[in-house]
């Protein structure tokens, strides 16, 4: 008896727990803490669908409490026969007219906002080509990572997204090999990566609730892609308009990989341009790589999407990658020695770029001359 109350008292407190902790999420990962415009619409319609369902549900658990306690035996007697409502047209028309109703008000701004967010005419010019005043990134979905070009400006890197806030950051999203979902939970909803064709949609970042978030934001895979779909991460780094503007001078100023500067970080230097060199590159050109772009490895975040950023993570992610990323490409690729990857792994932790080394007002340049030329002709 005792063991069965203790186990009907167990199982109440997990279930208040699983009710508590499903409300909980952070500002960089919480769809239920829209960060932008998309997300926000999108929470929107969620409330709404709920208010819509709790009224619902709040007329009919009404309505079966009176009838269930004014119609009770002992208060109508044994004799009594309720009356028959069928072929009550009123009635009919009213249970039939009410549900279309709800469904109306649900669907008018679910429509509304889904003609809204789909459209990114804006992206492209008269001419079908990119348009050079507005942001567009091209992602690519590999597994298990992520490339990011930026068109305009000629710049790759992986794994962590650069945006600008309170404008629309527009998005060409394809798959490499496998179908991909790209999925930035605090801006908006996903949308899949296909390998046969591109997707487009945009999203908003606020400024405000970038800063309640520390400027970064957690993106996620949100399509099964194989055994390491779970730990196909990103990060995305939401920056004011002239902070943004400055990291993409500062990137497509690299023209030429980082000199290494320690004798340990020379060697790995070396390594690297004989055994990585075929798959991975070290400047902001180039998009489709067969591995990320390491451009600015040494600034990011982390590594492999998940690891904390230091060297010792990143020698035993260099030396054995299918232990922390099952079926990953780069597993059984190359072969180095232990002192040969601390080398290589000093080399990486310098790759980094130099804050205000880039020249803002040629962000532009290409598009200002384009549009110089067609004028002159």
């Known amino acids: 008896m005792n063991l069965s109350f203790l186990k009907g008292k167990a199982l109440l407190l997990v279930s208040a727990l699983t009710l508590f902790?499903?409300?909980?999420?952070?500002?960089?990962?919480?769809t239920l803490r829209p960060a932008g415009e998309v997300g926000?619409?999108?929470?929107?319609?969620?409330?709404l669908s709920i208010i819509i369902m709790l009224l619902v549900i709040a007329v009919v658990v009404v309505l079966f409490t009176i009838a269930v306690t004014k119609s009770r035996r002992s208060k109508k007697g044994e004799d009594f026969e309720p009356k028959e409502v069928a072929g009550n047209h009123t009635l009919e028309v009213i249970w039939t007219s009410i549900p279309i109703l709800l469904l109306i008000v649900l669907a008018i701004p679910?429509?509304?906002f889904v003609f809204k967010q789909a459209d990114t005419e804006a992206m492209?010019?008269?001419?079908?080509?990119?348009?050079?005043?507005?942001?567009?990134?091209?992602?690519?979905?590999?597994?298990?990572?992520w490339e990011f070009e930026y068109p305009n400006e000629e710049v790759v890197t992986a794994q962590e997204l650069v945006v600008p806030t309170d404008q629309k950051v527009y998005?060409?999203?394809?798959?490499?090999?496998?179908?991909?979902?790209?999925?930035?939970?605090a801006a908006g909803g996903k949308m899949d990566t296909n390998i046969d064709g591109i997707n487009s949609f945009y999203l908003v970042f606020d400024d405000d609730k970038a800063q309640d978030a520390d400027r970064l934001f957690y993106g996620k895979c949100a399509e099964l892609?194989?055994?390491?779909?779970?730990?196909?991460?990103?990060?995305?780094?939401?920056?004011?308009?002239?902070?943004?503007?400055?990291?993409?001078?500062?990137?497509?100023?690299?023209?030429?990989?980082?000199?290494?500067?320690?004798?340990?970080?020379?060697r790995g230097e070396e390594i690297f341009n004989n055994s990585c060199m075929g798959c991975h590159a070290a400047t902001p050109t180039s998009p489709g790589a067969m591995g990320p772009n390491l451009t600015n490895f040494g600034d990011r975040e982390l590594i492999a999407g998940y690891l904390e950023h230091d060297q010792e993570n990143l020698e035993a992610?260099?030396?054995?990658?299918?232990?922390?990323?099952?079926?990953?490409?780069?597993?059984?690729?190359?072969?180095?020695?232990?002192?040969?990857?601390?080398?290589?792994?000093?080399?990486?932790?310098?790759?980094?770029?130099?804050?205000?080394?880039?020249?803002?007002?040629?962000?532009?340049?290409?598009?200002?001359?384009?549009?110089?030329?067609?004028?002159?002709?």
């Open 317 to 377: 992610w260099i030396k054995d990658p299918e232990s922390f990323k099952p079926d990953n490409k780069m597993a059984g690729t190359y072969e180095l020695t232990d002192e040969e990857i601390e080398a290589v792994a000093s080399y990486l932790m310098e790759l980094k770029v130099e804050e205000g080394s880039g020249d803002v007002s040629q962000l532009r340049e290409p598009a200002a001359d384009e549009e110089s030329e067609e004028g002159g002709n």
């Open 40 to 47: 926000r619409e999108q929470f929107n319609l969620m409330i």
């Open 21 to 30: 902790l499903a409300g909980c999420g952070t500002n960089e990962l919480s």
């Open 124 to 145: 492209t010019d008269a001419d079908g080509n990119v348009n050079a005043e507005e942001t567009v990134i091209n992602v690519r979905a590999y597994q298990y990572w």
């Open 171 to 185: 998005f060409n999203l394809q798959g490499a090999d496998v179908k991909h979902s790209f999925w930035v939970p």
């Open 225 to 266: 892609c194989g055994p390491s779909h779970a730990l196909m991460d990103f990060k995305v780094k939401a920056l004011p308009e002239e902070e943004y503007d400055q990291w993409l001078a500062d990137m497509k100023a690299v023209e030429e990989p980082v000199q290494a500067s320690s004798e340990d970080a020379q």
């Open 110 to 112: 679910t429509v509304y």
